[in-house]
């Protein structure tokens, strides 16, 4: 392993989540800290080669107890590494071997922050060592003293961030001496000059001292008291600007715990660096479970497109595809359903979505395509789609209604009510054929089209399904105990609780039907809530935890429906995307 590998993966694991139990918000002068220092025998942390351990317990500027000891690593010392640090191979012999010495370590790091000099490369040996000897590395917090003193200390005040370098300029009572104890104790003298710098930069928390030491913007620091005072609880969040004009809406399980992330290294997209400099205050919706904070945020976006949110921007995009009334109807795209509208497809995310769509109903039935507003008493001249037989011509009335009605329109009906089969057969015929004749990119411009109506009747069944239902009640049991519970009108969510833990939910449900939205029923399978809230409760009833307690109607989807044809539709989608990675350069 190379070391910018090691150093990255160390890297990483500083960003992870921190266990030990320290809060972040404890002030720096109340957190205890355990500063570390690693001799080793060079190379990659493969497990072994640490030679000695030196370590300091600090809290509030007073030593708590030190861990001092050689440490076997096993193998020979390199000539280099004696010279360095003075440790020889004579010295190393009696050593306890380094999983001899990780029990006490680990115990004595134990509910501590974890500080050293440079921390990648010691915290690198030292989860290597507990992977290779079966410890489970406790993944403590980790504040690096030479990336804090980057931030602190201009290049005017120190030439270099080395730990010489600081221990002169803090004139630590211990200098360094490549041994692993006094490195530690002049670490720990080097970290209390620089805490004592960090009250000038508003730092007063370990968790803003860590987060103070990485590569953090000055408008997320300038910014980071818009986290203040958000609850911890699950909700949405809404970023406002100075008009009071929403910038960018979230949700999360934890609201606190996640606007607090926006100001921290783990934050790197530009847009939202765009974002916080415009952002004057934080607006905190709490909510009853996770459920009613995603369909909260789908409202809020839509209702307002915030500029910095990308998905569910623009729901006003959403378009259906219905037949056309009159004695041979057609195919047309529309932005919204009527009361007397009943073969329809959709919804559909943009108008090309739901055109490729119509081309494979074109290509499967005997449709007609043009937009002339056809007459049983007046002739219209025909098309050229009539000439090459790909259209029946009702114009020049070649077909009676009744005909055109059982070849065309009914078929359409079944497709996406009941039955997409016919339709689906008819493409696959078409694709075959095609294949056949090595005409193998048109097969793929079918393939594609069958693809489009697929997609859209297997949604619209399973939207369908939920939208015909006045009223369920759900429950799924809580996280601490209780259950979250959902009513559901039309689609829509119309009310939201948690039961407390105990107790039954049955009169909690009945406070949230008192208190619930009235959603009556409309044209379309969802047309009192976007499609993306219907789908969002579809997925949280589809959990195996979820429990159906009481329904207004039954809930059932088509025997012979598009959802048997999502296998089919699976394979088309992976055989699209495996066609165009091979294309791509």
């Known amino acids: 392993m190379g070391g910018a590998e090691y150093v990255q993966q160390a890297l990483a694991g500083l960003g992870q989540a921190a266990g030990g139990g320290v809060d972040p918000a404890l002030p720096l002068y109340a957190t205890t800290f355990v500063v570390v220092d690693l001799e080793t025998t060079g190379g990659a942390p493969d497990g072994g080669g640490i030679t000695e351990i030196g370590a300091v317990k600090v809290r509030g500027g007073e030593e708590l107890g030190v861990l001092a000891t050689l440490v076997n690593p096993g193998v020979p010392i390199p000539p280099f590494i004696t010279v360095l640090t003075g440790i020889t191979q004579a010295m190393l012999v009696p050593a306890p ?15 501590a922050v974890l500080v050293a000099h440079n921390a990648p490369y010691d915290v690198g040996f030292l989860k290597a060592a507990c992977a290779r000897h079966g410890y489970r590395w406790p993944n403590p917090r980790v504040l690096d003293t030479a990336a804090l003193a980057r931030r602190v200390l201009s290049r005017d005040e120190v030439p270099n961030r080395k730990l010489g370098t600081l221990s002169a300029y803090f004139r630590t009572a211990t200098r360094p001496t490549h041994r692993a104890l006094d490195d530690a104790k002049a670490t720990v003298d080097v970290l209390h000059g620089l805490i004592a710098r960090l009250g000038g930069h508003r730092v007063d928390t370990v968790g803003e001292a860590i987060e103070f030491a990485r590569a953090v913007t000055p408008t997320q620091r300038r910014k980071r008291h818009l986290a203040d005072g958000l609850p911890k609880a699950p909700g949405v969040y809404i970023f406002r600007a100075a008009d009071d004009r929403p910038l960018y809406v979230g949700t999360s399980g934890d609201i606190a715990t996640r606007v607090r992330s926006y100001f921290t290294a783990a934050e790197k997209r530009a847009r939202m660096s765009e974002m916080l400099a415009a952002a004057e205050r934080v607006e905190a919706v709490e909510c009853a479970h996770s459920l009613e904070a995603e369909v909260r945020e789908l409202r809020l976006i839509g209702a307002h497109a915030p500029p910095y ?4 921007k623009f729901p006003e995009r959403m378009v259906w595809l219905k037949l056309t009334d009159g004695p041979y109807p057609r195919l047309s795209v529309v932005r919204s359903l009527a009361d007397g509208d009943e073969a329809y497809l959709g919804p559909f995310g943009s108008r090309r979505a739901a055109e490729l769509a119509a081309a494979g109903f074109h290509d499967a039935l005997p449709l007609r395509q043009c937009t002339h507003r056809l007459s049983l008493r007046t002739v219209t001249p025909a098309c050229a789609l009539a000439e090459l037989g790909r259209c029946p011509a009702p114009c020049e009335h070649r077909i009676t209604p009744e005909e055109y009605a059982a070849r065309a329109v009914d078929p359409f009906r079944a497709a996406t009510a009941t039955d997409p089969g016919s339709v689906v057969h008819a493409l696959l015929a078409r694709i075959g054929a095609l294949a056949a004749d090595q005409r193998y990119e048109e097969a793929a411009v079918v393939r ?11 949604r619209m069944q399973r939207l369908t399904a939920l939208a015909g239902i006045a009223e369920l009640a759900a429950a799924r049991p809580a996280a601490r105990g209780g259950w979250e519970l959902a009513l559901v009108r039309h689609g829509r969510l119309a009310g939201a609780g948690v039961s407390p833990p105990g107790v039954h939910p049955r009169p909690t449900i009945e406070l949230i039907r008192a208190t619930a939205e009235t959603v009556p029923p409309g044209p379309g399978p969802v047309p009192r809530a976007s499609a993306e809230e219907s789908e969002r409760i579809l997925s949280w009833l589809e959990r195996p935890e979820t429990r159906l307690v009481e329904m207004s109607s039954g809930w059932a989807s088509p025997a012979a429906g598009a959802a048997r044809f999502r296998d089919l539709l699976s394979k088309i989608e992976n055989a699209a995307s495996h066609q165009l990675s091979t294309e791509r350069p």
Not at 97 to 111: C, K, N, R
Not at 448 to 457: G, I, M, Y
């Open 97 to 111: 071997p380094i999983e001899q010495v990780l029990p006490s370590f680990l115990e004595f790091v134990a509910d």
């Open 448 to 458: 594609a089209r069958l693809a489009a109506v697929l997609r859209a009747t297997v």
């Open 309 to 312: 949110n990308r998905r569910s």
